[in-house]
């Protein structure tokens, strides 16, 4: 029972989320202090979750997923009532008709300090909930209510072109050059959600126009799946607008923004410095994997990346450990909050690098780290390779008896 | 009535054969050629499994498919107009005719040759097993899981060695990995153990043996002893390599924990690994007071407590003679076929009447 409960938490924590937005003030601030104790604090004392349960009623992990859209928007609709001027769609009568609690009263001893936290918060959820989630049905290419529904969820982080280029771009090229989403030795956190989020976008855009031209449909058309999901996008700026005018329309925008730096971060620990010979497998290897239980629980077990990057097609239920894969330091929120602080990032990652090297690379890619470790302008790094040629010859010598 | 003729034409099972390979399997409704193909034991080129890589890509000659996703992401204008699909989101409306590159019907086995290797490194591995390595004056193809046979001038009889590293599938290999115990009383080890040095030669014949991998889905239990390591590293390295997905249990045992090696490569193995990949050491005279956190006693022994279906199992066993005669018995009596039971016994000079003998 446990092992299925512990995948009901999010939905809980967003549902809890969304109630606790009503109750105004600092409980705006809620969804973040939360996912702070959780994220930073619970998983640096939790441990390690190694287990590999087996489920007979998948149908109920698949319901956590799918219900957590719905939740991500009464959370949006929730924010976009307390930045209204007036009682958004009459929510706040109708709380107060059903619990005789006066939500009219608590929306307006809201100030900006709370509708700050109100929009960490919601962006926070927007990230942790709505890309992850958004992440595991997007996968499932063959199913297309799955589809669309990671595809409505990541539009909320104005983002719902990542189901194409993930899929058919990051998968294929991750830890080469030819990925945007995949972080270089010596790259800092802030240059890499820039570059990942632009060139992304134009990866996905380059892989729909082909699409369609092979296809022989018009690149400019409503089959065009970039252009419907900044469409989606459009949509949720739209209702914001409506909502609450143009301080609504640019909360939104933040906000987004905002959730979608998270999923950069993310993308930025989960390849950081690992290369691969274009063309040959992805292996365990290929990922930094993290199996801290509260990383794992919440995010739905993205953790276990080592897996999910070997065996694409994997529901997240069936992904393992793999203790024995490059393992991050941390887990997926300090990682996040170091790759934001590149000089401590740098301080932490740099050896963990160079392990990667000594006991995971292979000999065809020894070429590639080199190559690597010259571009990443960090002595670091380029000592490795300076000390490195005046060794060869000695360490040979030793190997020889 | 409309429904039980959709439901009965649905039902029916396709057949779909492989150009040029004899190969062919049935599809079951609602099944992709891919999974059929894995299903049937058909080493089908796959990765993703989403549409995604184009791994599985394939031609249609004859028939017709349906699939599941929109595959232009990942094939050509031309492929498409050649007739390609993707494996792993096709379902059969017919039956069908595939050519598929990179397929092959049979593995070949190397025939036997005989050459000259110079020897050309030379590491302990620990007290008394020795990593050398050679360099073949002509490379020598070899399935991993084969053994070669060395012979040094003027020490008579030849031993036999199995090949410690892959070899990319029945690639020619122009240097030869090989672990070598001191065999106490054995003229050739104590040579090679006390006063070869990088430059000797030896001669060199192979492949011998019938100890490779046997395609299966299948998990594997593997078991080594010793040097018996080397085989088993040697067939787990292409396996790993060609993307084998079996789940591997492999326990090794030695005597101490000085004893163990090449825990480096069972890490960087378990990493690449696509399936499940534990690998299970076993101490069978470790000093009860040394601070060793793993399992002490028999590998053989040991390995039966981590079998819950010995039955479904493939296993593959090398080492010591006694201990892969225990290990056989007990699998046996545990429910293995024989068929399944693979194994090389390391003979070495202390089971010989004469150590000069040929084993």
């Known amino acids: ?401 | 009535m409309l429904k039980r003729i959709l439901g009965l034409g649905r039902a029916q099972a396709r057949t779909v054969s492989i150009e040029s390979t004899g190969l062919s399997f049935p599809v079951g409704p609602g099944e992709t050629v891919l999974e059929a193909a894995l299903r049937a034991g058909i080493a089908f080129p796959n990765k993703c499994r989403s549409g995604a890589c184009g791994t599985c890509r394939c031609t249609l000659r004859e028939g017709r498919v349906r699939e599941k996703v929109d595959t232009s992401y990942v094939l050509g204008a031309d492929d498409l107009q050649r007739g390609q699909i993707l494996a792993c989101q096709s379902l059969a409306c017919t039956d069908l005719r595939l050519a598929v590159e990179g397929l092959q019907p049979q593995q070949r086995i190397p025939a036997p040759r005989a050459t000259e290797g110079e020897i050309i490194a030379m590491r302990p591995l620990t007290a008394d097993i020795l990593e050398i390595r050679l360099r073949l004056q002509s490379p020598m193809p070899y399935l991993a899981g084969q053994y070669a046979e060395l012979a040094r001038k003027g020490i008579p009889g030849a031993r036999q060695y199995s090949f410690a590293r892959g070899s990319g599938d029945g690639h020619a290999v122009s240097e030869p990995c090989f672990f070598v115990r001191h065999v106490p009383g054995g003229r050739f080890t104590a040579w090679l153990h006390h006063q070869a040095v990088v430059g000797d030669c030896l001669s060199v014949q192979g492949p011998y043996g019938d100890f490779w991998l046997r395609d299966a889905m299948r998990p594997m239990l593997c078991v080594a002893g010793g040097s018996g390591m080397a085989p088993l590293r040697a067939m787990l390295e292409d396996a790993a390599e060609r993307q084998v997905e079996r789940d591997v249990l492999f326990c090794f045992g030695a005597r101490t924990e000085a004893d163990l090696y090449c825990l480096d490569d069972m890490k960087l193995l378990a990493s690449r690994w696509r399936g499940r990949f534990r690998f299970l050491p076993v101490l069978s005279e470790e000093p009860a007071e040394s601070d060793w956190q793993g399992r002490r006693g028999m590998v053989t022994a040991e390995m039966m407590s981590e079998l819950k279906d010995p039955a479904g199992m493939d296993a593959y066993l090398c080492g010591p003679p006694p201990m892969v005669d225990d290990g056989i018995a007990r699998l046996k009596a545990a429910g293995m076929a024989e068929a399944r039971i693979r194994f090389d016994r390391f003979l070495d000079a202390s089971h010989q009447p004469s150590a000069q003998a040929v084993p």
């Open chain 1, 1 to 401: 029972m446990l092992k299925y409960l512990r995948f009901t938490w999010m939905p809980a924590l967003i549902a809890l989320g969304t109630v606790a937005q009503f109750m105004g003030g600092w409980w705006l601030w809620s969804g973040l202090a939360v996912g702070i104790v959780l994220g930073l604090v619970l998983d640096n004392i939790a441990g390690d979750d190694l287990s590999e349960p087996t489920y007979r009623y998948p149908w109920f992990l698949n319901l956590c997923l799918f219900m957590t859209l719905p939740l991500l928007w009464a959370a949006a609709v929730g924010y976009a009532w307390h930045l209204s001027s007036d009682d958004l769609l009459g929510i706040g009568t109708a709380i107060t008709a059903a619990t005789g609690y006066d939500a009219l009263a608590a929306k307006a001893a809201t100030g900006p300090l709370h509708l700050l936290g109100g929009a960490l918060s919601v962006g926070f959820v927007f990230a942790s909930a709505g890309t992850v989630i958004a992440h595991e049905l997007i996968h499932r290419t063959w199913s297309p209510v799955s589809l669309i529904t990671g595809r409505w969820m990541l539009a909320l982080t104005a983002d719902a072109s990542f189901a194409i280029e993930h899929v058919y771009g990051h998968h294929r090229n991750v830890a080469t050059r030819s990925d945007p989403a995949t972080a270089r030795r010596g790259e800092s956190g802030w240059h890499f959600v820039v570059r990942s989020t632009v060139m992304s976008y134009l990866g996905a855009w380059k892989l729909e126009r082909e699409r369609l031209l092979r296809r022989g449909h018009n690149v400019w058309s409503w089959r065009n799946r970039v252009l419907r999901g900044n469409a989606m996008t459009l949509l949720y700026l739209a209702f914001f607008y409506w909502a609450a005018g143009w301080i609504g329309a640019l909360a939104f925008i933040a906000i987004a923004l905002y959730g979608k730096a998270f999923l950069e971060f993310v993308n930025y620990m989960e390849h950081y410095g690992i290369v691969r010979v274009p063309g040959e497998p992805v292996e365990p290897r290929h990922s930094w994997n993290t199996n801290r239980r509260i990383s794992s629980i919440f995010l739905f077990n993205l953790t276990r990346h080592s897996n999910h990057h070997a065996e694409d097609d994997r529901p997240f239920w069936e992904l393992r450990p793999y203790p024995e894969a490059p393992t991050l330091p941390y887990g997926y929120l300090p990682m996040i909050v170091l790759g934001a602080l590149p000089p401590l990032w740098h301080r932490i990652m740099t050896p963990k690098v160079k392990e990667w090297d000594r006991l995971y690379a292979r000999e065809s890619e020894r070429a590639l780290i080199r190559e690597a470790n010259l571009a990443s302008g960090m002595p670091a790094f380029l000592e490795e390779e300076t000390a490195h040629s005046a060794s060869a010859p000695a360490r040979t010598a030793a190997g020889e008896h």
